[in-house]
């Protein structure tokens, strides 16, 4: 797929069979061994010392003192923060080098590999890549691993925001996408699906939702930016195309809460967090 969609990456673009697919084969593996152990020791490393804390925060919260569960607090905002960090590292760094590495790799056993051009284009492959397997492994979730209802909210929400996209194309002067127009929707939207997922209540009707779609829109530029699928011309088409893209979805994200609220019934609860429960922390995707 980020093959068909990045101009300057070429795998064996005249051989078929086996040749081609062992070409792949060669570029996936190295690309998932880099984003699965690169990050392995820090991601583990951050999982003990959140769980810690967070053993820590139920005994502070029961006998504890507050300047101690204040400072434990500020810990949780710090590993959320370090968590997001390691994600977009992940995205943005990792996957390219892995990239790069496995086509190198490729090209030093003989086959017909190659990316030209510099960091902007092997970024762009590489969430490509990174966007269209967890795609896939959405699908595979229902009969893998029968979590059939949170895979199909999943993605359901990819599909509102693919048609929030094709409406803005559609309907908004200065919105264009590159042909084959579905490829480069299906995968635009695969990729923003990447962004990091924020939580907001704020006590003033309307300003979490003004925030989130101008999030929301400075992710959608950048992808346009980096991926050459989306062509939107102007200021106004881009917060417009947002603006659908979070209409569409809303639906979506209302039934995902319902869901959660109705689990968190039935579940026993664990110490309350009056400052940001932990299932809100903002966290992205990794590959």
Aim: charged share 15%.
């Amino acid at each position: 797929m980020a093959a068909e969609v990045v101009d300057r990456l070429r795998v064996a673009p005249d051989v078929a069979g086996l040749d081609r697919v062992v070409a792949v084969a060669v570029v996936a593996a190295v690309l998932t061994a880099a984003v699965a152990l690169v990050p392995l020791p820090l991601q583990r490393w951050l999982g003990r010392a959140v769980a810690a804390d967070q053993r820590r925060l139920a005994e502070e919260f029961d006998n504890g003192s507050d300047a101690r569960f204040l400072a434990l607090i500020g810990r949780q905002f710090a590993f959320a923060g370090l968590g997001l960090l390691l994600s977009v590292f992940v995205i943005a760094v990792v996957g390219p080098v892995g990239l790069w590495a496995g086509i190198k790799g490729a090209a030093g056993l003989g086959f017909d590999v190659e990316l030209g051009g510099g960091a902007r284009e092997f970024v762009a492959a590489a969430l490509v890549v990174a966007a269209v397997q967890r795609v896939l492994l959405l699908v595979l979730d229902i009969p893998v691993k029968r979590r059939t209802a949170a895979a199909l909210r999943a993605l359901a929400g990819y599909l509102a925001c693919l048609g929030g996209l094709a409406l803005a194309v559609l309907w908004l002067d200065g919105v264009t996408a590159d042909t084959p127009q579905w490829t480069a929707l299906t995968v635009v939207v695969a990729v923003f699906q990447l962004r990091p997922v924020l939580s907001l209540a704020l006590p003033l009707p309307g300003v979490a939702s003004f925030v989130l779609v101008t999030v929301n829109a400075l992710v959608l530029g950048l992808i346009a930016w980096l991926t050459g699928l989306l062509d939107i011309a102007g200021f106004w088409p881009l917060a417009g195309t947002a603006a659908l893209m979070w209409a569409a979805e809303w639906p979506v994200r209302l039934v995902s809460a319902v869901a959660e609220a109705r689990r968190n019934r039935q579940s026993p609860q664990p110490p309350p967090d009056p400052f940001w429960p932990d299932s809100q922390m903002p966290h992205a995707p990794l590959y």
